[in-house]
């Protein structure tokens, strides 16, 4: 049985985001033998990084330790969020920020003098809602968080499947987009099932620096 964490991170649940997750989710579960579990990041208290907690979380952090050992027993990680000022919601992005810990060896360098991604074991994908347009969103791809949250990923490591963007700010009941999500869930649990390496895209233009 392989595992796939589905962290759904807008603050408002049940509308866009939330919802091409639920269709990604339906999709992924056509897969026999995959189980997916569903949280939501804001149940989940996570203090802002500080050099103090910066090697693992502290003892009041429980449900964010609960959160690291399933991300670390599981074979897949999706990330539903909105855009926000060109960004993630801050509790997404403080999230990533402490996941340097449990994604990253502080012990070890690359040639470039970077640390070591730990995440070779999760396959990732991204949903991201936001209000600017899907055309403006593919000019302007490097200011959008499907981007950002692929680059920031594949530096912890992991492999990346892709990133779906919809500029449908009611695509909480978009019809063909609840579609196309649904689509792409199947693929990405058939992927996880396969042990597939990276998306086409991450294949082409990602090539880890020597360890
Ligand atoms: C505080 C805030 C900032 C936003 N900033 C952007 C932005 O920079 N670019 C964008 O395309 N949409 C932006 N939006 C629009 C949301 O991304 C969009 O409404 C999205 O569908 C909300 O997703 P949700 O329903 O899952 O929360 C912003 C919305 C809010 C509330």
Known sequence: MKKII????SPSRGRNSDTILDAFMYGAEKNKDLL?????????????????NSTGTLP?????KELVEKIQSADGLVIATPTYNFSVPAHLKNFI?????????MNKKNTLGQPVGKLN????????????????ETILFFAYPPFWLRGVFLYFGAKVFGAYYTGD??????????????KR???????ILTGKKHGILERIFWRPPQV
């Open 121 to 136: 074991y999760l396959g990732t994908y991204f949903l991201v809602s936001g209000g600017t347009p899907k055309w403006a």
């Open 60 to 64: 009041h952090e429980t449900k964010f």
């Open 6 to 9: 589905a962290l759904s991170c």
């Open 36 to 52: 997916i579990e569903k949280m939501y990041l804001s149940d989940i208290p996570i203090d802002y990084y500080t050099y103090e």
């Open 185 to 191: 869930g199947q693929r990405f649990g058939e992927q």
């Open 169 to 182: 700010v009611h695509a909480f009941k978009n019809k063909q987009v609840l579609a196309i999500c649904k």
């Open 97 to 105: 920020d402490r996941s340097r810990f449990f994604a990253l060896d």
